[in-house]
């Protein structure tokens, strides 16, 4: 949409088409890091009990790793019928594939009553919670940057990122509900599965709300004007081979900080200096709730000073702000309102402005036709090796140093590193691809004025 100014009905169905996206994306993160919340911190106890305690934990990881495995299928799937077909389609399915997918893992008896089955479903679950998140992501976020008018792109994509930050703060505050209120044997036997079974009635709620959108205006205008891909993914690499790979590259900190901060630092907290469970889970749920305040800050600002100039900026800050952050988690473990500042910080502001931005930086990168195979793939299959590897990653390498953070730190900081580079390419890519096609059209157009002027014998 290229008007500065929506009309009224616009307006109406982007206050809709963002409603929507944000709870449908609230519920598939929900379903999606409720996993990594409860993997990391009792998976090991009910589905892996005959081994050392760390390799169970790090054999529960490697389950919620699967799950990032899959999210590029899921992305290849949806993202190819999404430009084809439409984007609305495809949000409806994936958030029916997850909420059915999270229903079961919840259903799925333990190693003591099953034995192999156990993990076996278990990873079955997770793979399926993949393909539906892989395709979620890309569609939900075209809705709301494709509906919305073009000097306001960085704060509309924006806002389902905050489904992220809430996805995460209401599974941690169910299973920190949950394990506070009962008590260890009740929590270990059936108060972590309601948590689960509650996914029922939220796919209920996001199918309805992403049943009344409209298709967006991009998408229908690419169907008119642009040459069809008959594989979208396919053409994206055809036609911006490097962007795809800048793209991997600066999204590499998003994905490392957030299983950092948000995921294995559960399991730093609780194993390594013996904090509350139910303690660690709060400060998470705090930076949760700091992330979904400053998302749209940061969305609003990229549209003023430049989306990925300030996303650049703050990958970078991102991956060095590990050092002091683990710095007091690791000497001050003891003090709780340093741990919540040491989580809020980077995790909570930071963090906010990497995701919230990336959004509206990487669809700005493809036009329609491949958009969402373009983004999807992208976001996709970095997160294997950003997101999924990362508790692993951390785990070995906090064991290294013997339960200190600092190897863990400069990893943090080699990947900011890399972000910020990328996507230094990445805008320079994006200036030579405008000046590209301004070259174009200003060629077509003089022919075609031209062309009457010659003929009138000029």
Not at 311 to 322: D, W
Request: glycine fraction near 10%; hydrophobic fraction near 50%; charge should be positive.
């Amino acid at each position: 949409m290229q008007t500065e100014n929506l009309t009224p009905e616009q307006q109406k169905n982007l206050r809709r088409v963002v409603a929507s996206s944000i709870i449908g994306a609230v519920i598939e993160w929900y379903d999606f890091f409720l996993y990594g919340v409860v993997a990391g911190l009792f998976f090991n106890q009910l589905y892996f009990p005959s081994f050392d305690p760390r390799i169970g934990t790090m054999l529960a990881f490697a389950t919620f790793a699967v799950g990032f495995v899959a999210r590029p299928l899921g992305g290849i799937i949806f993202g190819h019928f999404g430009d084809k077909l439409g984007r609305k389609k495809m949000l409806i399915l994936t958030l029916e594939i997850m909420g059915i997918a999270t229903v079961c893992i919840g259903l799925i008896p333990t190693y003591d009553s099953i034995g192999i089955w156990a993990p076996i479903l278990l990873i079955v679950c997770r793979l399926a919670q993949g393909i539906g998140l892989g395709g979620e992501w890309g569609g939900a976020v075209l809705m709301s940057y494709e509906s919305a008018p073009a000097h306001r792109r960085g704060f509309y994509a924006s806002l389902p990122q905050i489904g992220m930050s809430l996805g995460l703060l209401l599974a941690s505050g169910i299973v920190g509900f949950f394990s506070a209120t009962l008590s260890n044997e009740a929590f270990l036997s059936w108060g972590w599965r309601v948590a689960f079974l509650l996914s029922a009635v939220l796919l209920a709620v996001g199918g309805y709300m992403r049943s009344t959108v409209q298709e967006t205006k991009d998408f229908s205008e690419a169907k008119k004007s642009l040459p069809e891909a008959k594989y979208p993914l396919l053409d994206a690499f055809k036609r911006y081979p490097k962007m795809m790979i800048a793209c991997m590259g600066a999204r590499f900190i998003d994905g490392v900080s957030f299983n950092v901060f948000g995921v294995y630092s559960l399991t730093y907290l609780t194993q390594q200096h013996g904090i509350d469970r139910s303690a660690a889970l709060t400060a998470v749920m705090i930076s949760s709730v700091i992330m979904s305040l400053f998302i749209p800050f940061w969305g609003n600002m990229a549209d003023k000073v430049g989306k990925a100039k300030l996303y650049g900026i703050c990958a970078l800050i991102l991956g060095f702000s590990s050092f002091p952050a683990f710095w007091v988690l690791h000497n001050y473990a003891n003090n709780y309102f340093l741990v919540v500042v040491a989580l809020g910080l980077p995790f909570g502001i930071v963090h906010a402005a990497v995701f919230g931005t990336m959004s509206s930086v990487f669809s700005e990168s493809f036009d329609a036709s491949v958009r969402y195979s373009g983004i999807s793939f992208v976001y996709q299959f970095t997160a294997i090796f950003a997101s999924g590897m990362t508790p692993m990653v951390a785990a070995v390498l906090t064991g290294m140093a013997d339960g200190a953070p600092w190897f863990l730190c400069a990893y943090m900081a080699a990947v900011g590193t890399i972000s910020a580079l990328s996507t230094w390419w990445l805008n320079k890519l994006a200036r030579e691809n405008r000046a590209n096609n301004a070259t174009k059209e200003a060629t077509v157009s003089s022919t075609v004025i031209g062309a009457p002027a010659g003929a009138d014998g000029f």
